[in-house]
């Protein structure tokens, strides 16, 4: 079996693209990675679109090798990676909503983003105008004696994001969900398309608020890759921390609330406790409490406050003081668990398929971590383990970020530990690039890998950027999750995989 | 878990002072509200989130103004799962195109007399996707809006402000 790189090397390969290759390819090699993709060998990264090219990022785990394989000149279609590996088929139906592409062969031709009511088709290819009366959509059938439907969405009960989920139920067991998603969508990365790096930068913290240092911190590594720009060490450590802040802030929020999904608020009300002190430590030390625009090309905006450091320490002592007696709370009230054990189960041989990440990936015993594979800066001279189990129901999915929450607390008391002097920024806000180049980065957001794409052009803008949402791996298999269950669980299963609707929606 | 109960028992309680009635927003309501719907509500009010293609910042936010620190519940003020049963729409997002319908139909929903609160920079113009094909920008082009509380996103306390100033209206 050739490796991602041989199998690479068949086309040409893009000058200027880093940190991982890029290369041109014929149509046969693009249809044998998809093939390599299917037999489990590789797994997908992200698929998107251009114009007039079409992109596949893959992840060779075994030799811990990645790489973008491209095709070029399409005359408006492109074999389907989807008629293959069905975790491509998503973001097809994008490719084709967003630049008019054609995947040839594709199991759903149905649109995806697109509801019909932008008033324009291909909106990033060639664009043309249609009247945005809403598009009628097609849900798949399910037929059975007695079975019944119930939609929902897209505006929830709660205090969340819009979606919509057609149930068909057999009394109360589900029998088949299906998801229609593209609500929140914004149009990102047609905004990013020619804005210079600090509003391209601006847009892409604001993909998916709960993730926004995740999001600058893979947007600024891939501007950083793609200009040479050197970060300076103190700032390295600052995102790390940034990052860590917000794994915990949204840790303890998502552990309280699927405590509160499941009917039990004591957890739900300590844990909102310290998710509010895990905000107001971030705003005592980074000057805003979710740290939006904080991570930017070339390192951070803002240094660490004066007293931020002893701040923090506070902060890891509160957690250490309340955290142990909630997770014992948790683990020994047996009616909670009653709710948790073996409820919303997502086999391992799906989470491996899809190479879903976050806990939902780990919950289900992929132990896959971007602050490790590939790996980047602070986290190559950290101590710190990614923790994995084989259950793969809503009590795994809270363990895991329970465990998470004790790795991110050590992981912040090292850094502070550690912390460097000298300088936060190596360019400022008023830099353009001045040549062209190619970035990719992989960064470990709370929910998953997160992966950023960007082209900078000559002209000191980004001409083209693509953000891939962890979500999107992650959506999917909800509705296989669920399936057996029945419907009063839905939110408890939904809260324990908590994707996000506007990173993937973007 | 009767030891975790027990403490804060015994615990001074985490929940802050309310912030003053935001000023500005007070001055904005002013102009707007009318006198026999403030009668009629007294200071209760059903607040019905929707959001409108956010971020999901907004929503972090205002989910905090739940947590202990805040406890909004104390001022009349409780979150409902239908617009049916709101008199406050609190709206987030720059409005997607995909999402106008929905709002419209949520506003149409909503009993009289009822308000509109568009919470963040995007819900007031589109915010940074002002713009976009996608985005019909800025909440007040879809649906009337009585109070914006600015913000990207507005901490709880610009949020709990802006609503207290809404309750202090809506109960003259």
Same mark, same amino acid.
Do not use: I, R
């Given at each position: 079996m050739p490796t991602l790189s041989e199998v690479m090397g068949q086309g040409r390969p893009v000058q200027g693209h880093r940190p991982w290759p890029r290369a041109v390819v014929p149509g046969e090699v693009w249809i044998s990675t998809a093939e390599r993709l299917k037999d489990g060998r590789w797994t997908l990264l992200g698929l998107w679109g251009e114009r007039n090219a079409v992109h596949m990022a893959v992840l060779d785990e075994s030799r811990r090798e990645a790489g973008v394989v491209s095709l070029e000149v399409l005359a408006g279609r492109f074999p389907s990676v989807g008629q293959f590996h069905p975790p491509a088929i998503r973001l097809e139906r994008t490719i084709k909503d967003l630049f008019g592409l054609e995947p040839e062969g594709a199991p759903d031709a149905r649109p995806w983003l697109d509801h019909g009511r932008w008033g324009l088709r291909a909106p990033l290819g060639i664009k043309a105008a249609v009247e945005a009366t809403g598009d009628a959509y097609a849900f798949l059938a399910a037929e059975g004696e007695s079975l019944h439907q119930i939609p929902v969405g897209p505006v929830h009960a709660g205090i969340i994001e819009p979606g919509h989920f057609r149930f068909t139920a057999s009394g109360e067991t589900v029998v088949r969900l299906e998801e229609r998603l593209g609500y929140v969508h914004k149009g990102i990365e047609s905004l990013i398309a020619g804005a210079d790096p600090a509003r391209a930068a601006r847009l892409a913290g604001r993909t998916s608020g709960d993730s926004t240092v995740a999001y600058a911190l893979a947007f600024a590594q891939a501007v950083e890759a793609a200009a040479e720009i050197a970060v300076p060490a103190r700032a390295v450590h600052l995102r790390g921390l940034m990052a860590e802040l917000e794994r915990l802030a949204n840790h303890f929020g998502d552990i309280g609330a699927v405590c509160n999904d499941a009917a039990f608020a004591l957890m739900h009300a300590h844990c909102g406790v310290l998710r509010e002190q895990v905000l107001r430590a971030a705003d005592a030390c980074f000057g805003h409490r979710l740290m939006m625009d904080r991570v930017v090309p070339g390192g951070v905006a803002a240094d660490l406050a004066p007293e931020g450091a002893a701040r923090l320490r506070d902060l890891t002592r509160t957690i250490h003081a309340r955290f142990p007696e909630l997770v014992d709370l948790y683990d020994n009230t047996a009616s909670l668990k009653d709710r948790t054990v073996g409820t919303g189960i997502l086999a391992p041989a799906l989470a491996r398929q899809f190479g879903c990440g976050g806990f939902v990936g780990r919950a289900s015993g992929r132990a896959f971590d971007a602050r490790k594979t590939p790996g980047y800066a602070p986290y190559g001279d950290l101590r710190f383990e990614t923790p994995h189990l084989e259950a793969g129901d809503v009590n795994a999915r809270v363990w895991v970020r329970v465990v998470e929450v004790k790795q991110s607390v050590a992981l912040v008391e090292q850094i502070l530990d550690r912390l460097p002097g000298g300088p936060v920024r190596a360019v400022d806000d008023a830099w353009r690039p001045e040549r062209a180049g190619e970035g990719l980065a992989l960064v470990e957001g709370f929910r998953g890998d997160i992966l950023a794409w960007l082209r900078l052009g000559g $002209? $000191? /803008? /980004?001409?083209r950027c693509h953000l891939r949402d962890p979500s999107w791996f992650q959506w999917p298999l909800l509705e296989a999750a669920i399936e057996g269950n029945i419907v009063a669980d839905f939110p408890l299963c939904n809260k324990s995989f908590n994707c996000s609707y506007s990173g993937h929606d973007l | 878990m009767r030891k975790i109960i027990f403490k804060s028992l015994v615990q001074a309680p985490l929940t802050e002072k309310p912030p003053a009635a935001d000023a500005a927003a007070l001055a904005e309501l002013a102009q707007r509200l009318d006198q026999a719907a403030r009668q009629r509500l007294g200071r209760s009010l059903s607040i019905r989130q929707v959001d409108a293609g956010s971020c999901n910042g907004c929503e972090l936010e205002i989910h905090a103004l739940n947590n202990a620190f805040y406890d909004l519940e104390r001022f009349g003020l409780r979150f409902v799962a239908s617009p049916r049963h709101a008199d406050v729409l609190l709206v987030t997002g720059p409005v997607t195109a995909n999402m106008r319908e929905a709002l419209e139909r949520t506003y149409r929903a909503t009993p009289g007399p009822k308000w509109v609160v568009a919470v963040g920079d995007c819900a007031f113009d589109g915010g940074v996707f002002a713009g976009s094909y996608a985005c019909v920008g800025g909440v007040s082009a879809v649906v009337p809006v009585d109070l914006h509380i600015r913000g990207c996103p507005p901490s709880p306390t610009a949020l709990l402000g802006g609503l207290l100033a809404l309750l202090e209206h809506s109960a003259e």
């Open positions: $002209g $000191g /803008v /980004v001409e | -």
